[in-house]
């Protein structure tokens, strides 16, 4: 719904100003012509008139401004003029299309018109007028833009179309001068020798002064050089060479037309063809189609009610919507910025109590796995914008770096107790599996990209209640724009939110620039707001233990089942790659967290059958030993060849 933003929005505001100072000028255009006002008398005209404008909306912009009724700029518009990651909206800063495009982008978009377009920019500024400024300025404005974000290089393509024309069409005619314009050329020497003569001597004579007076100058050299080019250049063997550059720079510029043509279908295509469906390659070389988004959101039409409600991230709102006709808790359209961070703060929440929230809010998980940009990967930025409306989520820390994978692959202490992390690895990382009593795996698609969960113990009483209409809030009687409202049950979680303002929001009335001040000192240290969170983490896991007088207690001990499970499977894998890259480089600090947490992947092992003890006692780690004798580990038992690790002592 438009509504009044065109005439509240700071952004909006200034083209609708440049609008109406035209109306301006023109009224008084017409005042001077019917007047007819001297130049003296209009500009005058035109001064008291944009001055009582100016004061007119000075005193506008004071009446409506403390009201809260204009907007200010969006971070969307202030991300043009910043650092991606640096506009102070964590949500903006986490769309990757905002990134600054780089030369890739440039050519893999406008091909050869990345070499022509400048050239012609030049040759328009060197030729100045309306027309050209025009281009020109068109040209600063779409480089400008399009260098902050990669989306825009959409803007460069007319523009370098136009001025690679340009270029193209001066290349041509010169050459078609060269080549067919001699007898032309002849005409045209006669006719200027005759006028030449006809001006007399005087002419002749002034001609030959001012000739002189320029091969005095100090630019005599380049003046000699000039005159020696022309020279050779109408001779019988410049014109030549002359006609030689023309054949070849027609056809050079033929094939490079040609290979632009091919390459505009080439890559309309690929452009034209689904996003949802990818090529991708096995292990064991073979080529495939990966379509298991589309056939998930099939899945979904096909098999769960009409009026289930799907919760996934925003990015996939509009495919589960326009493909599976279900309902999402989310889309693209992300102006509701608090709505998504609730939406985030489930997905990267404590498991128990992301649980409570979802099961009032929809029937049905989404999850997008199998590495890559999965659910995942971008995980740490879903708990930023959760962190920026409810700050107890990641406490004294605004980036949220509690949240998130080691350089080695291990998940932190918060990352691992996720309602996500949850869902994603469940049953894949050993020891990682879904409560059974909340949730139900429905579907998982061929190659692992998709996972669909149905919720258990979904609250009806809080389905019926977002259902009745009675709840919705139109803006008039029987229109179609009728926000729903949260069920009641979740009136506890919503009263800790503090409503996002960014940066520019004047009409906020509450100061939040400590949360700001430490959120941009975070982004510009990582690496010190990493520590910082790890050390928090340290301290809040010891004092929960001490408070239990149970150290450890809040990681259950895995059951005999589930070690026989993990211990008897053999199988090379991530978690087994970097656990041989921990005891390998005896970093036991690392190696105790990762186990303190996920004490089951202790029994990994390998394809070959081995584990963490025997490359422990193959390295010859002692300390690593005794760690996990501690936990459990058997030494001896043997590897697929039959040899126990204390048998690679000898080796």
């Not at 009044?4 to 017409?30: R, S």
């Not at 989310?330 to 404590?350: F, P, R, S, V």
């Not at 043997?638 to 126990?644: I, N």
């Amino acid at each position: 719904v438009v509504g009044w933003t065109p005439l509240k929005a700071l952004e909006q505001l200034g083209p609708a100003l440049v609008f109406l100072g035209y109306q301006v000028l023109y009224g008084c255009e017409v005042v001077r012509i019917r007047n007819k006002l001297g130049r003296t008398e209009a500009w005058k005209l035109r001064v008291k008139v944009v001055s009582i404008c100016a004061v007119g909306g000075i005193v506008l912009l004071v009446l409506f401004m403390p009201k809260g009724s204009l907007v200010p700029i969006s971070s969307r518009v202030r991300a043009l003029f910043v650092k991606h990651t640096k506009t102070g909206n964590p949500l903006v800063d986490s769309v990757a299309e905002h990134q600054p495009a780089n030369n890739k982008a440039y050519f893999q978009y406008l091909h050869h018109l990345c070499t022509l377009a400048p050239i012609g920019l030049l040759l328009v500024t060197f030729n100045f007028g309306d027309g050209p400024s025009f281009l020109v300025v068109y040209a600063t404005a779409a480089y400008f833009f399009s260098h902050k974000m990669v989306r825009l290089v959409l803007l460069t393509g007319p523009i370098a179309a136009a001025l690679s024309g340009i270029v193209a069409g001066r290349i041509v005619a010169w050459a078609i001068r060269q080549v067919w314009d001699d007898e032309l050329g002849v005409v045209d020497a006669a006719t200027a020798d005759g006028k030449g003569q006809n001006n007399g001597g005087t002419s002749s004579k002034r001609g030959k002064k001012s000739k002189n007076e320029k091969r005095e100058s100090s630019f005599s050299g380049l003046g000699a050089l000039s005159d020696g080019f022309n020279e050779f250049s109408n001779s019988k063997d410049g014109k030549f060479v002359k006609k030689m550059v023309a054949a070849t720079l027609l056809v050079v510029l033929f094939l490079a037309c040609t290979q632009f043509k091919d390459y505009s279908w080439a890559i309309s295509a690929s452009l034209s063809n689904p996003t949802i469906i990818l090529k991708g390659q096995l292990k064991n070389g073979e080529v495939v189609y990966v379509d298991d988004f589309r056939e998930a959101y099939w899945w979904l039409r096909d098999n769960t009610p009409a009026d289930a409600r799907v919760m996934a991230w925003w990015d996939y709102g509009y495919q589960i919507t326009g493909i599976s006709n279900r309902t999402t808790i989310a889309d693209g359209n992300t102006w509701n910025h608090e709505h998504i961070a609730l939406l985030g703060k489930i997905l990267t929440g404590e498991m128990e109590e992301s649980y409570q929230i979802a099961r009032h809010l929809a029937d049905y998980v989404l999850v997008w796995g199998g590495g890559g940009g999965d659910d995942l990967a971008k995980s740490p930025h879903l708990a930023r914008i959760a962190n920026s409306v409810y700050r107890e989520h990641c406490p004294d820390d605004p980036t949220c770096r509690a949240f998130g994978m080691s350089r080695q692959g291990m998940p932190s202490p918060m990352m691992s107790q996720s309602f996500l992390f949850k869902l994603h690895s469940h049953n894949i990382r050993p020891g990682v599996t879904a409560p059974a009593d909340k949730f139900e795996e429905v579907y998982r698609s061929k190659y692992g990209k998709v996972r669909i969960y149905k919720l258990k113990g979904v609250s009806e009483e809080s389905k019926r209640w977002v259902a009745d209409p009675k709840n919705r809030r139109c803006d008039v009687p029987g229109s179609w724009y009728c926000p729903g409202q949260y069920p009641p049950a979740l009136k506890e979680v919503l009263s800790r939110k503090k409503d996002f303002a960014q940066l520019e929001d004047f009409n906020k009335n509450e100061n939040d620039d400590e949360y700001t001040k430490k959120y941009f000192e975070n982004l510009h240290n990582p690496q010190k707001a990493k520590r910082a969170a790890e050390q928090a983490a340290k301290e809040g896991a010891t004092a929960a233990a001490a408070a239990s007088n149970t150290p450890g207690a809040s990681v259950p001990k895995p059951t005999q089942a589930e070690i026989d499970a993990v211990y008897n499977k053999y199988e090379d894998s991530d978690e087994s790659t970097l656990m041989w890259q921990l005891v390998s480089q005896n970093n036991i600090a690392e190696l105790e967290a990762w186990l303190e947490r996920e004490p089951i992947m202790a029994y990994l092992r390998s394809s070959d059958g081995r584990g963490p003890m025997w490359w422990a006692f193959e390295n010859r780690n002692q300390e690593i030993v005794k760690f996990l004798m501690k936990l459990g580990v058997p030494i001896q038992d043997g590897d697929k060849s039959g040899k126990t690790p204390v048998q690679l002592l000898d080796v």
